[in-house]
């Protein structure tokens, strides 16, 4: 490996003449020996040395420490300090240009030489530092998402080029500022120390023109070892596209709901219309199974499956003769036969639709039994949906309590007798329970 170019900035000249051959004695090239300040510039700009050996006191308006800082900073070179002063006023103004080195004259050659190798290896690793800083800044101003960065005072010490179109603040206007007159949400009154590391969190940002932007954004620590010191970074991102496209699809989904039931509302009013005699009795069916289901703790989704499923669970009833229907005399066992097959009627007409609830299950279901004595698979209990088994209580109290062409009305109490002495037979317990709960202790009306 080649040894390190040194260029010697000294205005003694005898002195100069020996740290000249002290330093190609130990192996090292001089690219120059010069005297002033602004010598060690255009030396520089002809061959640049990988170090300079830099005396503080130099003749001409330049001394040596006002020159290591154009050396360092614009050439990227280490400079090691060389002087015959060593008071302390001096070394205050040496200090502060972060020298690589310093040797008080005079010195030997083996001191020279391991502060030549320090100061170069010192100098490698500043630079590949300076690099990765760099190349990081470089990710951080290009990245899409806006970057803030605050030091261990909740300063602003970094601020990436969408954190600063977003907020409205450019750099010079944004560094060293509190983070909130820089950041500044609607809810204000929450800092990012109050923010769950790593977890997402939305807000509304108010830029400087009072532009609202609805953001994304998380918070995490910086590591206290760092350089920075400890401090956050705040990662957000704009999400007014994402809400727009949230927003259409609810109104998308709410207008598809708003269809639905108008589909379901038309089909059970043309049931109704075959049936004038059960008129409104899939209505309210659909709204005792709904407060049972409400009764059970099921979800707004389940419910509104549930609620849709009653309001047209006897569909099939399209396929009966409408003689059956209104018949005024008991049914013959042939008669119902025929009306048993509604279920499974109207399983066949809605299973190619497809519902966000399995509705023509359900409505296949609702004349199942726990103990399997219904119809039209004779399932049990573990086998019946629940919304189905919500559905057999409701239609049978309602059945019950409503007149029919073949017979009067039993009545409320006697439904309710109906379902209480076969609970747990016929019926599921729990259903029965939510069901009597609603009418005997909180006055549930099927009005």
Partial sequence: MSKARVLIVEDENLVARDLHNMVRLLGYEVTGVVQTGEEVIASLNQKKPDLVLMDIVLKGKLDGISVAAVVWEEYCI????????ADDLTFERAKLTEPFGYLIKPFEERELELTIETALYKARM?????????????????????????NSEGLISFINPVAQRM??????????????????????????????PFSLRESVLISK?????????????????????PGQVIVFRDITARKKAERELQDSWARLQRALQG???????????????????QRRVAKLAEAIGKELGMSEAQ??????AAEIHDIGKIYVPSEILSKPTKLTELEYTIIKTHPQAGHEILKTIEFPWPIAEIVLQHHERIDGSGYPRGLKNGQILLEARILAVADVVEAMASHRPYRPAFGLDRALEEIKLNRGRLYG?????????LIEQKGFSLE
């Fill in 78 to 85: 280490p400079v090691v300090y060389i002087t015959s002063f």
């Fill in 167 to 196: 907020t409205g603040l450019d750099e010079k206007q944004a560094l060293g500022r509190k983070f909130e007159q820089v950041f500044r949400l609607k809810d204000q009154n929450r800092q990012p120390a109050d923010f769950e």
């Fill in 209 to 229: 023109d009072g532009q609202e932007i609805p953001i994304e954004q998380t918070v995490a620590p910086l590591p206290p070892d760092m350089a920075v010191g």
């Fill in 126 to 150: 500043q630079l590949l530092l300076r690099e990765k800083e760099q190349w990081l800044s470089t990710i951080l101003r290009s990245i899409g998402d806006g970057i803030i960065v605050l």
């Fill in 263 to 281: 589909t379901i509302q038309a089909i059970s009013i043309t049931i109704e219309m075959r049936d004038p005699y059960t008129a409104g009795h």
């Fill in 303 to 308: 419910l509104e499956g549930l609620k849709l």
């Fill in 429 to 437: 317990p729990d259903e029965v329970d939510a069901c009597v709960k």
